[in-house]
C-alpha cells in the first residue's frame, strides 16, 4: 500500500507564505490534492489535481507538483488560514491520506 | 445545494455491529463514486472504503477488510456501511465522501467502541 508523508507542523506569521509538502511514490503516477480542516468541521478541498482550485477557494492557495511531492502554498497566510491540512490521493484500489500537518498563523 | 448526512452511530461494545448510513441531496448521487473516510479522536484522516458509482467496484482498507461492508442504494440516494467485530481501535468519527477525490463531505457520525 502507498503512503504519504507531511510535516507534522508548520508555522508562520500572519502575512507570511506557507509551504506544506507531502511525498509518496503514488504522487509520481496520480493527482495530488489538499483538504483543510477546521477544529470541529468536515474537511473541505482546497486543491484538486495537484494545482487545481475550486471555486470559492482564495486566490493565496495554490499547489504544485515535481516527481514524488506536491506542495501546498499559501501566499500571505491569514489567521483564519490556520487548520489541519492533509494531502490525499488514490491508485488503483488504494486511497490514501497523508498524516497531516498543522498550520498555525500567529 | 450538496448535502450529506450520516447517521447510524453510537456507542457498542467491543465485538459488536453498527451500520451507518449516508443519505444524499442536492447532486446526481448514481453518478458519484463514494467513500467512507474515519478520524480517531485526535488523529488524522484515514480512508476506510470506496465504491463505485454503480457499486460493481469495491475497495476496503487493509485494517478494515473481511469485518466492513460498503453498499449503496442508488434509488434511495444513500450509502451504507456495515461493520462488524468492531474493536476499540474503530471509535473514530465516520464521514462520507462523495467523489473519488472526496469533493463533498458530510458532518460525519462518531462511533464509539467500549465496554
Known amino acids: 500500500s502507498y503512503e504519504l508523508t507531511q510535516p507534522s507542523s508548520v508555522s508562520v506569521s500572519p502575512g507570511q507564505t506557507a509551504r506544506i509538502t507531502c511525498s509518496g511514490d503514488i504522487l509520481a503516477k496520480k493527482y495530488g490534492r489538499w483538504f483543510q480542516q477546521k477544529p470541529g468541521q468536515a474537511p473541505v478541498v482546497v486543491i484538486y489535481r495537484d494545482s487545481e482550485r475550486p471555486s470559492g477557494i482564495p486566490e493565496r492557495f495554490s499547489g504544485s507538483s515535481s516527481r514524488t511531492t506536491v506542495t501546498l502554498t499559501i501566499s500571505g497566510a491569514q489567521v483564519e488560514d490556520e487548520a489541519d491540512y492533509y494531502c490525499f490521493s488514490a491508485a488503483d484500489n488504494n486511497r490514501v491520506f497523508g498524516g497531516g500537518t498543522r498550520l498555525t498563523v500567529l | 445545494e450538496v448535502q450529506l448526512v450520516e447517521s447510524g452511530g453510537g456507542l457498542v461494545q467491543p465485538g459488536g455491529s453498527l451500520r451507518l448510513s449516508c443519505v444524499a441531496s442536492?447532486?446526481?448521487?448514481?453518478?458519484?463514486?463514494m467513500n467512507w473516510v474515519r478520524q480517531a479522536p485526535g488523529k488524522g484522516l484515514e480512508w476506510v472504503s470506496y465504491?463505485?458509482?454503480?457499486?460493481?467496484?469495491?475497495y476496503y482498507a487493509d485494517s478494515v477488510k473481511g469485518r466492513f461492508t460498503i453498499s449503496r442504494d442508488n434509488a434511495k440516494s444513500s450509502l451504507y456501511l456495515q461493520m462488524n467485530s468492531l474493536g476499540a481501535e474503530d471509535t473514530a468519527v465516520y464521514y462520507c465522501?462523495?467523489?473519488?477525490?472526496?469533493?463533498?463531505w458530510g458532518q460525519g457520525t462518531l462511533v464509539t467502541v467500549s465496554s
Open positions: 442536492g447532486f446526481t448521487f448514481r453518478s458519484y463514486e
Open positions: 465522501g462523495a467523489g473519488s477525490g472526496n469533493d463533498y
Open positions: 465504491i463505485s458509482s454503480s457499486g460493481s467496484l469495491i
